[in-house]
């Protein structure tokens, strides 16, 4: 009876058309790709080659940018470090847990969680537990900046192994032994084994991750190289010292600073060749928010804005997305796309089912990447910090402030947000202000509030930006 089964089985796959018969084969023999996500921090929109930047060198990225996809409107889903992460490790908007968009720790309103109690969520499941789940070795390099109490730690968020630092930001060298600094900004090797590194630490995450290859290339793994380069304190490699002689100040550092970055990068790339990884290892590479013009001296240019806005400098990023064999190499995707994809995306490609996963607000990016799909990815984005908020649907992008009229832009026509056209659609800005409400009555109660002294810093900051902008 089985035999008779099989052969009508069998039967059945040769009458089908050929290319269903071959979409039967190849998913028996799929593997479980290896992902390597390479995050950076504070980096200029323009500040790479492949970005068109004429100063900058980034040769080693630039040739990741022609061996795959180009994401030409990447966005994050937080203007800052923490709440960004907070969104792309979680695959929903972090407020939806109530992770407002506000730095942990900082300087927060005593009414709600303060200092290392701050931090993601226990109940959220992060990437690394659903790729652990199907089978996955796991591991965070350098920057976390989800809590720095223990409960929050990575390797109880799902994470096998960890190198780096618990906080928000820390030096590139060793602080000295004698040193007295809070346990967020030491180096620290898995739980609670706290050894400063030595050298550039921008060097010592890229040979920590060759580590991790090595030692895992026979399985699939995750690496979330989660770099502090460029964030400031404005350390450079004394070797890079040389470098740049036509920049001056934080612009020649920041350039110096990002060609270590490059270099790291360029270094775990190689040692995926070596290894014979290239073609089963997907790729990405992407920053956590636009460029802090004012303390780092990065650019965001042609957008306008800065980290902390959300204008497309505070928002929109760099990215780039390689599997070679699997996605067009030298190609650009233009439809907006969200960190909030990476989990639904590395989720699917592991073989498990981002649908069955409640509360999602990012999309598999595969059958869009690929052409399966021809559909926007996302018709709607949110954006939401205190009390202001942000909503793109379609081309048109509407700003709300609390102490000032909207601000509606086509971002089609105008991504550098030059030409307010409020006044002019009154209409679209009510409707599209009703749809950023609905949203924001969808989401729970912040666990913290900034300091209203500080959210009128930000406000004036913003202000000055404008001022200053030809």
């Given amino acids: 009876m089985i035999a008779l089964l099989k052969n009508c089985f069998l039967g059945f796959l040769t009458s089908l058309p050929l290319n269903f018969a071959g979409i039967c084969t190849a998913g028996a023999e799929e593997k479980q790709p290896n992902i390597l996500l390479l995050f950076s921090d504070d980096a200029g929109y323009a500040d790479f080659g492949f970005q068109g930047s004429r100063h900058f060198k980034t040769p080693n990225l630039d040739k990741l940018a022609k061996s795959g996809i180009l994401f030409s409107e990447f966005y994050v889903t937080a203007a800052v470090c923490g709440p960004s992460r907070a969104g792309l490790l979680t695959g929903k908007y972090q407020q939806r847990f109530g992770f407002e968009e506000n730095n942990v720790p900082g300087y927060m309103s005593e009414s709600g969680l303060t200092g290392e109690d701050m931090g993601l969520p226990l109940g959220i499941p992060t990437i690394a537990d659903h790729l652990k789940k199907l089978g996955y070795r796991t591991a965070i390099f350098d920057k976390w900046h989800m809590g720095d109490a223990d409960r929050y730690h990575p390797l109880k968020r799902g994470f096998d192994e960890f190198y780096g630092f618990r906080g928000g930001a820390r030096n590139y060298y060793a602080y000295p032994d004698d040193a007295a600094t809070e346990k967020g900004k030491l180096i620290e090797r898995g739980f609670g084994e706290f050894v400063e590194h030595e050298g550039y630490l921008t060097d010592r995450l890229a040979d920590e991750t060759c580590d991790f290859m090595q030692r895992n290339k026979e399985k699939p793994f995750f690496a979330y190289v989660s770099f502090n380069a460029v964030h400031s304190p404005m350390d450079i490699d004394p070797g890079d010292a040389k470098e740049f002689p036509q920049l001056e100040g934080r612009r020649r550092k920041v350039a110096q600073m990002t060609l270590s970055l490059d270099r790291a990068c360029g270094q775990i790339l190689a040692k995926l060749d070596e290894l014979g990884l290239r073609e089963d290892t997907l790729i990405i590479f992407t920053n956590d928010n636009g460029g802090p013009t004012d303390s780092n001296s990065s650019s965001n240019y042609p957008l306008s804005g800065t980290k902390a806005t959300h204008l497309e400098g505070g928002i929109r990023v760099p990215g780039i997305m390689s599997w070679k064999g699997r996605l067009e190499a030298g190609s650009t995707f233009k439809n907006p796309v969200s960190t909030l994809d990476f989990l639904p995306t590395f989720v ?26 021809t559909a926007l990815p996302h018709e709607t984005l949110f954006w939401k910090k205190e009390c202001r908020g942000t909503i ?20 089609a026509a105008d991504p550098s947000e030059d030409n307010n056209l409020a006044d002019a659609n009154p209409e679209k800005v009510r409707t599209m202000f009703k749809e950023l409400f609905a949203w924001e009555a969808e989401l729970e109660r912040p666990l913290w509030q900034l300091k209203r002294s500080y959210e009128k810093q930000a406000m004036e900051r913003l202000d000055e930006y404008r001022k200053q902008e030809p």
């Fill in 348 to 373: 699917a490609l592991g073989g498990g089912n981002p649908a069955g996963i409640e509360g999602l607000d990012g999309v598999d990016l595969m059958p869009f990447l690929t052409g399966q799909n």
């Fill in 392 to 411: 793109r649907k379609g081309d048109w992008k509407l700003l709300r402030f609390p102490d000032r009229p909207a601000e509606l832009y086509n971002i």
